[in-house]
């Protein structure tokens, strides 16, 4: 169909890619392809944007590189409704403290820096499992999902933006990290929505019905 809608789930060898696209392809309506790709021409043709990862921030930006894939990526960023998930939230900031200091796509100003604990031995690291995520502003990806629903984890370093006006969500975990960051047409998440059940289900219905305004 010529009005089909597109969906890119960006593929730079460090997603949970298979699961990420089962969960959009769950969330989709018949009007609505997934695609699976490394192309940039995938990238800049698609309507809408999901760019997972996982692993260490030195490692996705090696291999976002290798790919030859960032200038479509920025401009994918900047254009049109895009979900970063878990490392595709961190690798949007400026900075990574993860293998002794990397520097990301600097898409959005601020940091990535390691869970402090000291004050909380009873905490583990990695930060894994269900935790509540509490939406500090009412945005398009948040329709339907309940405050402080519960989603799941998998990480050692969180996100600190250097505008705090961007933070779209916050968790706790011995202290208060941001969880969610929007900003225009970009939304980006710490959990892994692919795997919260319907609170995740229902964040990929809303990024596929959510125009970027």
């Known amino acids: 169909m010529a009005d089909q809608k597109l969906v890119t789930v960006i593929d730079y060898g460090m997603g949970n890619l298979r699961s990420v696209a089962k969960a959009a392809e769950h969330a989709a309506d018949s009007n609505t392809r997934i695609c699976i790709s490394d192309k940039a021409e995938d990238i ?4 809408a944007i999901i760019f997972p ?3 260490a921030a030195k490692a996705c930006m090696k291999a976002l ?26 690798v949007l900031m400026t900075h990574s403290q993860e293998n002794e200091g990397v520097d990301c796509l600097d898409i ?9 604990l000291s004050a909380h031995p009873e905490l583990k690291m990695p930060h894994m499992g269900w935790n509540q995520i509490h939406q500090t502003i009412d945005h398009p990806l948040w329709h339907n999902i309940e405050q402080n629903s519960r989603f799941y984890f998998v990480h050692s370093y ?7 006006q961007i933070i779209a969500g916050e968790t706790t975990h ?16 710490q959990a892994h929505p692919e795997k919260s ?17």
């Open 197 to 213: 059940a319907d609170a995740g289900i229902q964040l990929f219905k809303n990024l596929l019905n959510w125009n970027g305004q």
């Open 108 to 116: 959005l100003k601020g940091d990535v820096q390691k869970f402090d």
């Open 65 to 90: 590189n290798e790919t030859n894939i960032i200038h479509a990526l920025t401009q994918a960023a900047a254009e049109k409704p895009f979900l970063g998930i878990c490392m595709g939230l961190q």
């Open 53 to 55: 990862g996982q692993g």
């Open 44 to 47: 800049l043709s698609a309507d």
């Open 174 to 189: 011995g202290n208060r990290f941001t969880s969610a960051i929007a900003q225009n047409n970009l939304f980006a998440i």
């Open 158 to 164: 969180f996100v600190s933006p250097h505008d705090k």
